[in-house]
């Protein structure tokens, strides 16, 4: 359900969110199948059992002819990358890791806001389709895109950013949410430094 009623929303974004442009999805693969492994986003765990999101993983290791990958929350890895410092890794079995990557042909997920509709497989992680921002009750911590607008001369959506607000009424009278670098939001937790935010209005912005 909408946390916004359209009559509440401003004609600019009426309009914008008539046409706005979903970005792409995320999709899980197993690990073995990529070529490149390090500082990707990961999925760990076992088929039937469950999943553990939120980590980075490093090129795998062979320990008594078996193949492993160092798995790590992500604020380690961000803290480890950025402070150039050496942290343990756990190591995952391979065949227990999938690994993110984007892929158009997750969409959003229309006509799926009931139960029945939402239910996954349990023999792999699920997808992400991406979520319209007025579609999520909270949205601050979360994983957010922000996608191509007029200005934006490079054409590429923009990842590895998180939503430290709630969406709120600009000074102009736009619907916004403020966004910051996932660094810097992590860099947040473990240095208490306040992050560079940017105010971006929701029909650019979509939950990862």
Same mark, same amino acid.
């Not at 009623?5 to 309009?15: A, F």
């Not at 992400?128 to 959506?157: F, H, Q, S, W």
């Given at each position: 359900?909408?946390? +916004?009623?359209?009559?509440?929303?401003?004609?600019?974004?009426?309009?914008?969110?008539?046409?706005?442009?979903?970005?792409?999805?995320?999709?899980?693969?197993?690990?073995?199948?990529?070529?490149?492994?390090?500082?990707?986003?990961?999925? @760990?765990?076992?088929?039937?059992?469950?999943?553990?999101?939120?980590?980075? @993983?490093?090129?795998?290791?062979?320990?008594?002819?078996?193949?492993?990958?160092?798995?790590?929350?992500?604020?380690?890895?961000?803290?480890?990358?950025?402070? !150039?410092?050496?942290? +343990?890794?756990?190591?995952?079995? /391979?065949?227990?890791?999938?690994?993110?990557?984007?892929?158009?042909?997750?969409?959003?997920?229309?006509?799926?806001?009931?139960?029945?509709?939402?239910?996954?497989?349990?023999?792999?992680?699920?997808?992400?389709?991406? !979520?319209?921002?007025?579609?999520?009750?909270?949205?601050?911590?979360?994983?957010?895109? !922000?996608?191509?607008?007029?200005?934006?001369?490079?054409? !590429?959506?923009?990842?590895?950013?998180?939503?430290?607000?709630?969406?709120?009424?600009?000074?102009?009278?736009? /619907? =916004?949410?403020? @966004? =910051?670098?996932?660094?810097?939001?992590?860099?947040?937790?473990?240095?208490?430094?306040?992050?560079?935010?940017?105010?971006?209005? /929701?029909?650019?912005?979509?939950?990862?």
């Amino acid at each position: 359900m909408s946390g +916004f009623p359209s009559d509440d929303l401003p004609d600019w974004d009426l309009i914008a969110g008539g046409a706005e442009r979903a970005p792409a999805g995320i999709e899980l693969v197993p690990a073995v199948s990529v070529r490149d492994l390090r500082g990707n986003r990961a999925m @760990v765990g076992m088929p039937g059992l469950g999943w553990r999101g939120d980590l980075r @993983v490093d090129d795998p290791v062979v320990q008594a002819s078996r193949t492993y990958v160092p798995a790590l929350p992500e604020q380690e890895w961000y803290r480890a990358e950025a402070e !150039r410092t050496e942290v +343990f890794a756990p190591l995952v079995p /391979i065949e227990r890791v999938w690994v993110e990557r984007t892929s158009s042909a997750v969409t959003p997920a229309e006509g799926r806001s009931d139960l029945v509709g939402r239910l996954v497989s349990l023999d792999v992680p699920p997808p992400r389709p991406p !979520r319209p921002i007025r579609e999520v009750g909270v949205v601050t911590g979360l994983r957010v895109v !922000r996608v191509a607008g007029p200005d934006n001369k490079a054409g !590429r959506d923009e990842r590895n950013l998180r939503a430290v607000t709630e969406p709120y009424s600009s000074t102009e009278g736009d /619907i =916004c949410v403020r @966004v =910051c670098k996932e660094l810097d939001w992590y860099r947040w937790a473990w240095s208490g430094q306040t992050p560079k935010t940017l105010e971006l209005p /929701i029909h650019l912005i979509w939950i990862e």
